[in-house]
């Protein structure tokens, strides 16, 4: 447990865990502003603890020079391998847009779990992610008379085959995270909890049948990166018709439920980040979530006091004017 007064570096020191376990910030993608004011560099150096072997990480940002990651001591081609390496989750109030943002938020987000909990498919979302880039600059070069529907076949084949793919995917992911998403939200007082996955599968001839629409706008109208993920207690969708608390205890319970996989895939839990999330819970809800953080083990929770957490955090830090220090 993390504990300190407004302002005192408490989501300072929880973004660095982040940036020292993933390579990059949960908060922004400008990796100049971790530098500390008025200095030229940050670094973050972590020992983790894997099957009782230690793995040495260290990320460094150099002003105008950028970002570099070293692993045991060697220097990784890019920081985002640390996020197949090591799994860290992440709760910031931020987080709330998972539910109240657009869908094109909570596919992304799908899409990051689905490449946690499916490993084996972790590329299908930048592939498909291609194809369609490909067949969309098909388009538009049909559309500007310098190619022929012809060419379009063989990015119409694998739009649709990776596209199918992708879908099939994401709706396992969900089909797995369901049964705890639904568990962790009941204990955080939200009924009913599920995902619905919308979006029509898609085939060549849903492509085909698009075409002329497809055409005129140079981009493809159909397929996974329009499909929609609706987050939903009893027959409220909660984007629309939650509750800021109700959004919160969603958005956890997702978390949650990934964690917990994630622990039972592997046998060892992710690091789970919980900024702020304590002091909008009320009693019953608080006790709840420290029962089912208890069983995860490596959470790192903030709060302002120690006595907001109803059970006994394994380690207090005490952070002051951006200096940590373990109680
Ligand atoms: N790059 C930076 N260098 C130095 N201080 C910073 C930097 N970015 C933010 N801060 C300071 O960190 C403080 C906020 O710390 P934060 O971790 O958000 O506190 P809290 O304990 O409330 O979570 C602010 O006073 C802010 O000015
Ligand atoms: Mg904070």
């Known amino acids: 447990m993390v504990v300190g007064a407004n302002g005192s570096g408490k989501t300072n020191l929880l973004e660095s ?9 949960p908060r922004t993608r400008s990796d100049v502003q971790l530098i500390r004011f008025g200095a030229d560099s940050a670094r973050v150096a972590v020992v983790v603890d894997r099957q009782r072997r230690n793995t040495e990480v260290e990320v460094a940002i150099v002003r105008g020079e950028g970002k570099r990651a070293r692993m ?7 920081t985002e391998q640390l996020r197949s390496e090591l799994p860290t989750l992440v709760f910031t109030p931020d987080r709330l847009v998972v539910v109240k943002g657009g869908p094109g938020v909570r596919r992304a987000y799908l899409d990051r779990t689905l490449s946690r909990l499916l490993p084996a498919r972790a590329n299908l979302p930048i592939a498909y992610g291609e194809a369609l880039g ?36 994401r709706r396992q992911a969900i089909e797995l995270l369901s049964p705890r998403f639904a568990d962790t939200a009941a204990a955080l007082g939200l009924d009913g909890c599920r995902l619905d996955y919308t979006g029509e599968p898609l085939t060549t001839q849903l ?33 629309s018709f939650g509750s800021q608390g109700e959004q919160r205890a969603a958005v956890l319970a ?3 439920a990934e964690a917990e996989l994630l622990m039972e895939q592997t046998g060892s839990p992710p690091i789970l980040l919980l900024d702020d999330v304590l002091s909008e819970l009320d009693g019953a809800r608080r006790q709840a979530l420290a ?11 903030t709060a302002t006091s120690e006595s907001t957490l109803p059970v006994e955090a394994d380690q207090v830090v005490r952070v002051s004017e951006g200096s940590a220090e373990a109680v």
């Open 134 to 169: 490909q067949r969309n600059a098909c388009l538009r070069k049909i559309g500007l008379g310098l190619s022929t529907n012809e060419a379009l076949s063989p990015w119409d084949e694998q739009v649709a085959t990776l596209g199918a793919s992708l879908q099939l995917v």
């Open 207 to 239: 492509l085909a049948q698009r075409l002329s629409r497809d055409l005129e706008r140079g981009t493809t109208g159909c397929g996974p990166h329009l499909d929609e993920i609706l987050v939903c207690a009893g027959s409220r969708e909660l984007r």
């Open 291 to 301: 029962e089912r953080l208890a069983v995860l083990g490596q959470t790192i929770v």
């Open 17 to 25: 865990v982040h940036v020292g376990t993933q390579g990059f910030s």
């Open 72 to 78: 045991n001591g060697a220097a990784l081609r890019a």
């Open 254 to 256: 997702l978390l949650i």
